[in-house]
């Protein structure tokens, strides 16, 4: 079957680093999604990842490694508007979305 | 895990005909469905939050006589695109929301249908 694990929450405090971690099994790949949603709020794209490597965009980054079915998202200088859920989804073969379950991530001060 | 299924998953259509989207929760009630559509490697944008038994809250901007939504029951909600046209080519996004979520209240996300209209 297909599957996206990423852990269900995690504390950081602000002005620090944290990693959220991704790993997937899907039939095929078309490309890693992370998406930030506030409480009350549509899904904010952040990043797309279909070749390995780290792809780095402001205090966000997203690394995606396919040969171990493994993605994390970086965020650096962490803010409290980043406290928030933070969703993987892979594209599979059928151009379908398969989503993890979103990881909570709480920023303490 | 929760589990939301929609179906089709592609649909090719001409203009002017319309076409049925269904998202359905399969292990769960779903008290609160949720409708998007998502441009390439863009933020889903909300058309329209789906409460079970009443009407559905459109955003600004969606035409409900377009984007008609029905949810029916507690683990169906269908979304219709009446006299499709080419600029409703896009991805259709349905998510649910857990009845028994508690504080959390968390989505669950179906697969998407893509909608080509030719």
């Known amino acids: 079957g297909q599957n996206i694990d990423q852990p269900t929450e995690m504390t950081a405090t602000e002005g620090a680093i944290v990693q959220i971690n991704c790993t997937y099994q899907?039939?095929?790949?078309?490309?890693l999604f992370w998406y930030q949603q506030h409480a009350g709020e549509a899904p904010t794209f952040l990043s797309y990842n279909v070749l390995d490597g780290l792809e780095e965009k402001g205090r966000f980054s997203s690394f995606l490694s396919r040969s171990k079915g493994y993605s994390y998202l970086l965020l650096k200088e962490l803010q409290m508007k980043d406290s928030a859920s933070y969703l993987c989804a892979v594209m599979d073969s059928n151009y379908q979305l398969i989503w993890g379950a979103g990881t909570k991530l709480i920023i303490k001060p | 895990g929760a589990v939301v299924s929609q179906h089709p998953s592609w649909v090719i259509c001409k203009s002017g005909t319309s076409v049925k989207i269904e998202c359905r929760s399969l292990d769960f009630q779903a008290t609160t469905m949720f409708w998007y559509r998502q441009f390439p490697k863009q933020s889903l944008m909300l058309m329209a939050t789906s409460n079970e038994g009443s009407k559905a809250t459109y955003e600004q901007g969606v035409e409900k006589d377009k984007f008609l939504i029905n949810h029916a029951s507690l683990t169906l909600s269908t979304l219709t695109v009446t006299s499709a046209h080419p600029e409703d080519s896009s991805f259709y996004i349905c998510?649910?929301?857990?009845?028994?979520?508690?504080?959390?209240?968390?989505?669950?996300f179906g697969p998407g249908t893509r909608l080509l209209v030719l």
């Open positions: 998510s649910a929301r857990d009845r028994d979520g508690g504080e959390q209240e968390t989505q669950y």
């Open positions: 899907t039939s095929g790949f078309n490309g």
